[in-house]
């Protein structure tokens, strides 16, 4: 019996129909293990997410037919036991790239609410930081997914749609025809339709709850395209909205000033300087910025002693982001990472440089491995006198799996601040906040529906501090020091903001201690701010220039203009007062745009300009260092 027309057809479509089947399994699993996070979403909604991930699903799997499609015609013509293991091992390399990419993106969406992608990547690289951050069963249970997943697709592909030519079969004529007219079949099929726009991932989004959404985008599609757009950075901005000299014009109208007219609120000129980094501090963890009451009672009670910024703004959502925003004032882009390469990361300002300069012993701590995200190559560059991570601090301290909790790197932190010559400006990143939170403590708040793990690290956390300043006001140094805290990012919460929203990315800032005048203390400022908003802030109070930290601004200025900027993860969150705008430049659509009724200052047209306008001039100074 010769090789027809449709048994050609047959082993096209048995191919097609199982890389399909896969990505709703795949797509199953991941909704399965984030559950948690579908408690309050319908069930026909649910299901929606299959329907509307079929256009993307057929896409992807067309593009993986192109080289079964040239197999399938030569097989047809010459069978050869050799092509069919060729075929099969194509299958199974394919299999296991798409397997592990979901399963990458199982493990890291409670933590990260995103895909896998271009970025991302860039984390693979420290394959230990992400091995450190997951709890050990997790670890296996993510194996085990991987490899159930494999070869189970793999055994019921090859008994199921594999398909066998046998050489008495051949029709030469029959399949070349399958061959020149089978490819443009695939090209349709690739770009989606007919229609004018290639197919892209708002054909899946359907749904205002994100995480609908993102398991209805096929993962293997989204990180191919996330490369593919980003493989230009080098000589083209993809966020460039306006004229560059246009878009400059705006920024610098953004950051105009009526006058000095600076709050001081230090009682001496070079006081000492202790930086509490909170490793992913919400806003919504303080009762003082809209968090719920007793979660952090302790960082409460110092709120007395201090002042407090009420409406602050993380300038990215991973840690090395919230250092070069911290220490270099540059706000973070969407995409990639300035920390990631040091040629450029080097031309950023650097507030230890400038503390150095003016006579502070400058200092850095970390209980956990500061290579992640390539802090440590940034911390060296940006000229700090001392750099203590984990391998440096006392072997007897018990770790966790990410590092040194809390409630251990605090005293040895103290007690290196006593060492130290002053003034002082000391540094220390905490890291209890970050899963896995094994710190061994048993849970003291029960009511979080979301994040309750979370919650209670920072309870933990807020503990932690109690003990630290408990001994520290028996310190000679400590009536004369001014601590800070601030956040290195936001955190998803118990409220289970969406991560592109203005809450999802609200942060802590705080000063505080004896050196704060006694008429500050207490002080809440309700300006709207941004974390590189820290650096200009905290120069003025020394009466230190700030100029060089171009996209900082000095929030205890009164004529201070307000605005806060966070990228997405390809797109621009702007917030003014009153005013919301988030932008996403794949799918280049507005997510969001809101004014206030009673907000007449501004426009829908001017917050579009200003938010654009700012993307597009942050991301072209980071492609011109």
Partial sequence: MKTTLKQLITAFLKNILFWILLFAFTRLLYLLFNVAFLRDIDFVSIIAVFWHALPLDISTACYLMLIPVLLITIQSIYPMRWLDIVFKAYVFIFVFIFCSIITFEIGVYPEWKTKLHYKALLYLLHPGEILRTAQTWQLIVLFLLIVIQVGGAFIIYTRFFFMKFLKENRTIWLSLCFFILLPGFLFIGMRGGFQQIPINQSKSYFSKIDILNLAAVNSGWNLMHSIEQNANLITENPFKYFNQAEAKKTVRDLYKIEKDSTIQILKIQRPNIVVFILEGWSADLIESTGGEKGITPFFHEMEKQGVLFTNIYNSGDRSQQGMSAIFGGFPAHPITTITEQPEKCNKLPALPRIMSANGYYTSYYFGGDLTYGNIMSYLLQNGFDKIIDEKDFPSNL???????????????????????????????????????????????????????????????????????????????????????????????????????????????????????????????????????????????????????????????????????????????????????????TRFNRDILLEIDSANKSISKEQMIKEGKSYLQCVFQQYMDY
């Avoid at 690290?457 to 932690?464: G, L, V």
């Fill in 398 to 584: 018990p770790r966790g799996r990410l590092g040194i909790h809390d409630g251990f790197s605090l005293p040895f932190f103290l007690s290196e601040l006593n060492k130290q010559k002053q003034p002082f400006f000391s540094n220390i990143f905490t890291a209890s906040t970050h899963s896995p939170y094994d710190m061994g403590i048993e849970e003291s708040i029960q009511w979080p529906k979301y994040e309750k793990q979370y919650v209670n690290a920072a309870y933990y956390s807020d503990n932690s501090f109690r003990k630290f300043f408990e001994d520290a006001k028996k310190q000679s140094w400590y009536k004369n020091t001014l601590f800070v805290f601030i956040s290195d990012h936001g955190h998803n919460t118990y409220r289970n903001w969406p991560p592109y929203s203005a809450n999802y990315n609200k942060m802590v800032f705080m000063m505080c201690g004896d050196v704060i005048r006694d008429s500050c203390k207490g002080l809440k400022i309700d300006k709207i701010g941004a974390q590189v908003d820290y650096a200009a802030t905290l120069l003025n109070q020394l009466h230190l220039n700030d100029t060089s930290f171009y996209w900082s601004k000095n929030l205890l200025n009164v004529y201070c203009p307000e605005f806060a900027y966070y990228p997405n993860e390809e797109g621009i969150g702007w917030i003014r007062p009153g005013a919301q705008y988030v932008f996403d």
